[in-house]
């Protein structure tokens, strides 16, 4: 896997802006594990910053996302956003379901979670807006009866190249595993600007896509004024809340804009990335 995904990023990181280096690429904490100070909350229908019902707490080290505050879910999907923009970068998060979904949640949201990519900034996100614009990492936990791979893509305000061709339909799955019960799961996300993204699930390879970019259908993109067909080479990264219980005990960076002056110089940072 390792081998191929190298190949790729030489293949198709194209034009690279210079900056600095550093000598080695590290794994940053996003999530210090004691609070939520690095992070801005937005519920649909709150206000920013309201943690309507308690819904993302920290508990004996976790980022705990819960529903025992709610009387129903109401279609109340909420994301918690961390402070700073990323461009270049590979995102790690160490996930689990627990218990059961909140009365009301849609079908389709039973252990289904995820991590947003390159989003609009929050305080922009509309008080009736479900979804930030971004593309999602889906993460989904088996329900028992029916495959269900994890890592898929999903595509709120956007589209997506693949195989060369424009992705316009809203989901497609990996080729990951189904993973079942309240096992913790690996997914780790290489996000090299607006040229190509790689979903990673316990160190195999399931997703590759490239140019994310603005989907001038939606509604939200318009309200924004972005550029039907834009491409998205930055944003901010947030996690879900989609009405089923989740548990997050690692979210960690390594910021990879120090090296992306050519596609030489980023494959070799790449390599150096501890545990990857």
């Not at 801005?40 to 920290?58: M, Q, S």
């Not at 930030?132 to 028992?144: H, K, T, V």
């Not at 399931?206 to 939200?220: A, C, E, I, N």
Request: hydrophobic share 35%.
């Amino acid at each position: 896997m390792k081998n191929l995904l190298f190949a790729a990023v030489l293949a198709l990181v194209l034009s690279c802006g210079s900056s600095s280096k550093k000598s080695s690429p590290q794994w940053v904490q996003l999530f210090n594990g004691k609070d939520l100070k690095d992070w801005t909350i937005k519920i649909k229908d709150h206000a920013l910053n309201e943690n309507f019902g308690n819904t993302f707490r920290v508990e004996n080290g976790v980022l705990k996302v819960v529903y025992d505050q709610y009387d129903g879910f109401k279609e109340q999907y909420g994301h918690i956003f961390h402070k700073n923009k990323y461009s270049y970068y590979l995102l790690g998060i160490e996930y689990r379901f627990i218990g059961n979904q909140i009365k009301d949640g849609p079908g389709w949201a039973i252990r289904n979670s995820g991590a947003m990519l390159h989003c609009q900034a929050p305080e922009t996100i509309k008080k009736e807006q479900d979804f930030p614009i971004s593309m999602e990492a889906q993460f989904l936990g088996g329900n028992g009866t029916d495959p269900r791979s994890t890592a898929n893509l999903c595509t709120p305000g956007t589209n997506v190249v693949m195989k060369n061709e424009l992705f316009t339909p809203h989901c497609v799955n990996s080729s990951s595993k189904t993973y079942a019960g309240d096992q913790w799961v690996r997914v780790e996300m290489l996000v090299l600007g607006d040229s190509i993204i790689h979903h990673i699930v316990e160190g195999d390879t399931v997703l590759t896509y490239s140019k994310p970019q603005y989907d001038g259908r939606d509604q939200w993109v318009k309200g924004m004024g972005f550029a039907d067909g834009g491409l998205i080479h930055e944003g901010y990264i947030s996690l879900q809340s989609e009405s089923h219980p989740i548990e997050f005990r690692k979210v960690e960076i390594v910021d990879l804009s120090s090296f992306k002056s050519t596609p030489a110089a980023l494959q070799e940072a790449i390599k150096k990335i501890p545990r990857l």
